[in-house]
């Protein structure tokens, strides 16, 4: 049973453009959210995180959003840069360092 | 922040053999995780590595599979035994520096390829 989702498994943004990435979650116990950014032949590195307890957290060009009452959260990527191109995580915990994590989600950005 | 290597970065090996996998961080950390990405899945936690006492375990992971030595507060060794293809996954390792619960730091990880 996957608590945390990430339907698209890649996604190809134009460069400028805004990326968006998608997660949703089953467990409504989650209270704390978090992005990484993986880079083939290296582990993944935190992007930026939001509590349960806001709906937005902004970070330079990434924002988090986060819909408690649809249990889904977002990463928008403005403007998106050649760089950006990397798998990136979506995670969720309870309150403890366990994270569970998402399937990943690839993007590409065209120059 | 924390600076984690792993030794070593992939490896081929047959069915039936065991690897040991060692994660080095350039600072002491309270935790210290073992985690595995099998092809198109998510992050799985193997177990937190408890240093001078047994690895904590998840569901699913045994310590005679999966055993792990954490002999001080920078290093870590986690064994993959008794192979078989069905091993074949990235491991990684990661820490929690103590300052910040919630963010997590990995290593590079290592592909193992099981034939």
């Known amino acids: 049973d996957q608590q945390v989702k990430q339907n698209s498994p890649s996604l190809s943004v134009q460069e400028g453009r805004i990326s968006i990435l998608n997660c949703d979650y089953t467990?409504?116990?989650?209270?704390?959210f978090l992005w990484y950014k993986k880079y083939p032949a290296e582990g993944p590195t935190f992007l930026i995180s939001?509590?349960?307890i806001k709906d937005k957290n902004e970070d330079g060009r990434f924002t988090v959003f986060l819909n408690k009452s649809a249990k889904h959260l977002s990463l928008h990527i403005v403007p998106s840069q050649p760089g950006d191109s990397a798998v990136y995580f979506c995670?969720?915990?309870?309150?403890?360092?366990?994270?569970?994590w998402g399937a990943g989600t690839k993007l590409i950005i065209k120059p | 922040s924390a600076v984690i290597s792993q030794k070593p970065s992939r490896d081929i090996c047959q069915r039936g053999t065991s690897l040991t996998i060692q994660c080095q961080v350039d600072?002491?950390?309270?935790?210290m995780f073992w985690y595995r990405q099998q092809p198109g899945q998510s992050l799985t936690l193997i177990a937190t590595?408890?240093?001078?006492?047994?690895?904590?375990?998840e569901s699913g992971f045994v310590i005679d599979k999966f055993p792990i030595s954490r002999p001080n507060l920078t290093f870590s060794t986690l064994t993959v035994s008794n192979m078989s293809p069905e091993d074949s996954s990235i491991y990684l390792c990661?820490?929690?520096?103590?300052?910040?619960?919630?963010?997590?730091?990995f290593g590079p990880g290592t592909r193992l390829t099981v034939l």
């Open positions: 939001i509590s349960s």
């Open positions: 600072s002491q950390v309270t935790m």
């Open positions: 990661s820490v929690i520096p103590s300052e910040n619960y919630n963010e997590q730091f």
């Open positions: 995670a969720a915990s309870v309150s403890n360092y366990q994270l569970i």
């Open positions: 467990n409504s116990m989650f209270d704390y």
């Open positions: 590595a408890n240093q001078g006492s047994e690895a904590t375990y």
